[in-house]
């Protein structure tokens, strides 16, 4: 779900998250919830709700790409726009618009290795 805010740095985003999240139009399994200030230029502010961490994320690159696509519908935004995330890092999401579609859809970033682990072979079973 994207929901334009005239600001999002105050917000109480696990708070309406989660009321979006876990709204009936949603069910069963819900939705994540992304609130999205149109800045200068060509560029959008975003925080996110991800179902599943149950929490305010950093970033969510889908969530990037969904507001940044909708932006450019909405208000005319071309590409590449750029998306500060909570974390401050911004990403640049491309796309081409033709004959009311959009294609060849790609986002630029940062990417970090948060955590590693091992798979033991009885995780398989």
């Known amino acids: 779900v994207i929901v334009f805010m005239e600001q999002v740095d105050d917000l109480d985003v696990v708070e309406l998250g989660r ?6 139009n949603f069910a069963p399994v ?11 230029d060509n560029s959008i502010e975003i925080r996110t709700y991800e179902r599943g961490v149950e929490d305010e994320t950093l ?8 507001s ?5 519908s909405q208000f005319g935004m071309t590409s590449p726009i750029d998306v500060r995330t909570h974390s401050g890092v911004y990403l640049s999401i491309h796309f081409e618009f033709k004959e009311g579609q959009f294609s060849n859809i790609y986002m630029e970033g940062d990417a970090r290795i948060i955590y590693t682990g091992d798979l033991q072979p009885d995780a398989w079973q």
């Not at 970033?59 to 969904?66: H, N």
């Not at 940044?68 to 450019?72: H, P, R, T, V, W």
């Open 19 to 24: 009321e979006i999240r876990r709204h009936p």
């Open 68 to 72: 940044a696509i909708i932006s450019a």
């Open 30 to 40: 819900g939705t994540n919830a992304n609130f999205v200030k149109r800045a200068k």
């Open 59 to 66: 970033a969510c690159g889908t969530g990037a790409i969904a």
